[in-house]
Nanobody, 115 residues
Framework: QVQLVESGGGLVQAGGSLRLSCAAS????????WGWYRQPPGKQRELVAF???????NYADSVKGRFTISRDNAKNTVYLQMNSLKPADTAVYLCNAVHLLRGYWGQGTQVTVSS
């Protein structure tokens, strides 16, 4: 089993920055891929950013140039640096980790961007 814990969310003004972290613990062999998702109020969950084992990344068009995903394999942790935040970025942000072909989810962290 793998447990994921997100941190770093909060309230920020438009144009500000936040850095989210997601740490994995448990019986970990190797995290193959990480993803950050978000779920705005009343909307479906969407993929924000993805990073695979080789370090290749992919981003939703809405966050390209503003968000950066990175990983620290030694710490089994993934980060999401969010800059130039907009009110439309307000959502619960959840991380997902793929370990031994199985996906795991964290509980989520709230990000609120005020105008």
């Amino acid at each position: 089993q793998v447990q994921l814990v997100e941190s770093g969310g909060g309230l920020v003004q438009a144009g500000g920055s936040l850095r989210l972290s997601c740490a994995a613990s448990g019986s970990i062999f190797s995290i193959n891929a990480w993803g950050w998702y978000r779920q705005p109020p009343g909307k479906q969950r969407e993929l924000v950013a993805f990073i695979d084992n080789g370090g290749s990344t992919n981003y939703a068009d809405s966050v390209k140039g503003r968000f950066t995903i990175s990983r620290d394999n030694a710490k089994n942790t993934v980060y999401l640096q969010m800059n130039s935040l907009k009110p439309a970025d307000t959502a619960v942000y959840l991380c997902n980790a793929v370990h031994l072909l199985r996906g795991y989810w964290g509980q989520g962290t709230q990000v609120t961007v005020s105008s």
